[in-house]
């Protein structure tokens, strides 16, 4: 019998008992910080208003070791408070993005922190997913298992030429661990993610695109000025603007649609009558000109 009580009281993304939850999450950081190996890299341009997170532990091809699990939350939550952001890069160093779980921390461990690693890592994605900021993942190399896990809570894929991705899951005896199942079936539909798991097939950059799962190719090797470039012309409004309606689509995606449409009129709200908005209409703009 696995031992749920840990994570009873977990709800994702903060929304858990305020006493209980982060006694739980102190418990699995404790069990994860265990499993050593690579690192998790932030770099932020105040500039562009973009910043990067970068996975760091090319000598496993990015697999994800439970210290770096620990240092992707402290990431995703150091953004939480960078309000003048604008857009999000998540990539991986040297020749992939990420290959998926570290496999000695699968050897090693217990049904038990198995569990409690699913429920960090589904947490840890659903904030990166509810940031403010859009958000872009460059797959290249190979890309399996819990780096497509990963990939998937990002608003845009670019797949570079070099991609190897698939949710080869089944093939290690396990399905998918930190919430990317439920991501990949409301990103391409029931029946081509349920494709995707059971042959656990192995898919080219055009095959991405091509099923709706990446937005466009990138020659390889990558050049990174490309995807900011890619980024950049989808951050041309200003970041209010910006932030705004990437809120508007994470409370469509994440909550029932009344929600949401509540949570779309209160964000509205305070750009009504605004600064920018009594700028625009001083301009006059004219709709058949824009």
């Known amino acids: 019998m696995i031992d749920l009580s840990f994570v009873k009281f977990f709800n994702p993304a903060g929304m858990a008992d ?18 050593p190996g690579g690192g998790v890299s932030l770099i932020k341009d105040e500039r562009s208003g973009i910043a990067e997170i970068v996975l760091d532990y090319p000598e496993i091809r990015n697999g994800m070791s439970g210290v770096m699990m620990v ?12 309000t003048s952001g604008k857009g999000l890069i998540l990539r991986g160093k040297g020749g992939n993005f990420c290959s998926g779980g570290d496999l000695n921390f699968a050897k090693s461990s217990t049904a038990e922190e198995g569990l409690a690693m699913s429920v960090w890592m589904r947490d840890t994605l659903t904030r990166l997913q509810r940031l403010p900021l859009v958000s872009v993942c460059l797959v290249h190399g190979p890309c399996l298992g819990g780096g497509a896990e990963m990939a998937v809570f990002c608003d845009y894929i670019l797949a570079a030429e070099d991609v190897q991705y698939g949710f080869v899951h089944g093939k290690m005896g396990i399905v ?4 990317g199942g439920t991501q990949l079936v409301q990103r ?21 695109v091509e099923i709706g799962l990446a937005e466009a190719v990138v020659a ?3 050049d990174l000025s490309k995807v900011t470039n890619w980024l950049k012309l989808r951050l041309t409004l200003p970041s209010q603007i910006t932030r705004a309606f990437k809120t508007i689509v994470s409370s469509n995606h994440m909550n029932s649609q009344e929600d949401a449409l509540n949570a779309e009129s209160e ?3 305070p750009f009504w009558g605004g600064a920018m908005n009594k700028e625009a209409l001083n301009r006059n703009i004219k ?3 824009i």
Do not use: Y
């Open 18 to 35: 305020s006493v209980q939850q982060p006694r739980s999450f102190s418990r699995i950081r404790k069990m994860l910080v265990k499993f």
């Open 71 to 82: 240092e992707l939350r402290e990431r995703v939550l150091q953004l939480e408070n960078w």
């Open 176 to 179: 998918t661990a930190w919430g």
């Open 188 to 208: 391409i539909g029931r029946a081509r993610a349920l494709d995707l798991f059971l042959t656990a097939r192995v898919m080219s950059a055009e095959e991405c």
């Open 220 to 222: 390889s090797p990558v």
């Open 267 to 269: 964000t509205f709200a």
């Open 287 to 289: 709709h058949s000109k």
